[in-house]
């Protein structure tokens, strides 16, 4: 990591991530202690039932894998730091799973809740999801003008998004295994993800 990225790089994107995290920390916080059953059975998804779900979890393990593999194959420094572990990657971790939360009860929960009141059907609500999901998260590569970049991370993120939300609909609209699923890859990909996106050395040659 050290020879392909600068101190400067680095810790502009750990400062990045723990800005955003420490915000979405106080969202997570004060969800739970306002309400905390609802919390738990509502934002999280949980329930003990979730637990014999097999097939559920298959699905939530070929999300994980594949979205993984894809990022491994597509931005090389991702690959080439998986077994690092630095105060970046502690970071990381966080980001991972309060992302993860608030994500999936947005983009998940929220969203498609109110796209199905107004009367949407199932598949509109997974590519309503998908899209707002890919848009969002190639956004921050939108602003670097990374047009060759910005547009592979809008369609895997759209199609990430969509198979979260048909994992959503297939556990009976709980939120529980697209947050497992999005944690987990996070937890891979993260902080090296947005490292590639602050230097904008998505390949490991580029200087």
Request: proline letters at 3%; hydrophobic letters at 55%; glycine letters at 6%.
């Amino acid at each position: 990591m050290n020879e392909i990225t600068t101190l400067k790089e680095r810790r502009k994107a750990g400062w990045i991530l723990a800005s955003i995290s420490s915000m979405l920390s106080l969202s997570v916080i004060y969800w739970y202690v306002t309400n905390p059953k609802k919390f738990i059975e509502n934002g999280l998804g949980y329930s003990l039932e979730l637990h014999l779900n097999l097939p559920m979890w298959f699905f939530t393990a070929f999300i994980v894998i594949g979205y993984i593999s894809y990022t491994m194959s597509a931005i090389p420094l991702v690959k080439s730091n998986l077994f690092t572990f630095s105060w970046l990657k502690l970071i990381g971790i966080w980001a991972a799973i309060v992302s993860g939360i608030v994500e999936e009860v947005v983009f998940r929960h929220l969203l498609m809740e109110y796209v199905l009141s107004i009367g949407f059907s199932n598949l509109s609500q997974v590519i309503i999801s998908g899209i707002a999901f890919g848009i969002a998260h190639g956004a921050w590569v939108l602003l670097r003008g990374e047009m060759k970049i910005a547009l592979p991370a809008i369609l895997s993120t759209t199609i990430l998004g969509c198979l979260l939300a048909m994992l959503y609909i297939y556990t009976g609209r709980s939120t529980f295994a697209p947050i497992v699923a999005h944690i987990l890859i996070n937890m891979v990909i993260e902080p090296w993800l947005m490292l590639a996106a602050i230097s904008g050395k998505w390949q490991l040659n580029k200087n």
